[in-house]
């Protein structure tokens, strides 16, 4: 089986087009608009939640079969139909074309595939078995999301006003410095609304830690 690179793609504004318009069509352009790409959908029939997409003109809907060409000026084609025929003429075109393709449980079709994810707040935590096992991918995901790991994404807000004071500052800390600060009792401050306490803490910690950044 093929080794993929992980990778986290930015499709804000990027085509992106989905082939098929079922309830696996339905999830890959949920998570597209999730992330503001710009989405069509291409298929005879589509589910009543997708129509309701195209009437609000949140897609665009081409009412018809796929036809070659389609991929023309596409970032990221995903192929969610059960047509084998139709999925061997889009990987082709995606070939041709240069585009990522995702082929819906059809792993050797795809150049990229779709790893389970656990999301929370602004972190996201993707997990991938190679389509070795996407059972073992969702377990992963159920797992982590009641795990108390997750909950570590509640930090992601101060850590990042944390961030931007120190660039302001002119100072940076080590790795391994942000590491240390990151604590459970850290986390359970800011779970009790006691943000100001947490912040304090945090940055009285790093910039104890913190070096002046040599201006040249």
């Known amino acids: 089986m093929p080794r993929y690179y992980p990778a986290f793609i930015d499709v804000n504004q990027r085509r992106c087009v989905v082939i098929g318009g079922g309830h696996e069509g339905q999830k890959n352009v949920e998570k597209l608009l999730d992330c503001d790409a710009q989405v069509v959908v291409i298929s005879p029939e589509v589910t009543d939640s997708v129509a309701e997409m195209a009437n609000q003109n949140a897609i665009v809907w081409r009412q018809r079969q796929y036809q070659i060409g389609d991929l023309e000026g596409m970032f990221i084609a995903i192929a969610a139909t059960d047509d084998n025929t139709v999925n061997r003429q889009v990987a082709k075109e995606a070939e041709e074309r240069n585009v990522l393709l995702n082929v819906v449980d059809v792993t050797h079709l795809c150049t990229f595939i779709a790893p389970s994810v656990a999301r929370r707040g602004e972190v996201t935590i993707a997990t991938s078995t190679g389509g070795a096992s996407p059972a073992l991918a969702r377990t992963f ?65 790093l910039l104890t830690e913190a070096t002046p950044i040599a201006v040249s």
């Open 141 to 205: 995901r159920e797992k982590l999301t009641s795990s108390r790991i997750l909950q570590y994404a509640d930090l992601a807000p101060i850590l990042a006003q944390a961030r931007a004071e120190l660039r302001e500052k002119n100072v940076k800390v080590a790795p391994d410095d942000w590491q240390t600060q990151i604590t459970d009792d850290l986390l359970d401050m800011v779970q009790a609304d006691k943000h100001d306490e947490a912040y304090k803490i945090l940055m009285d910690g």
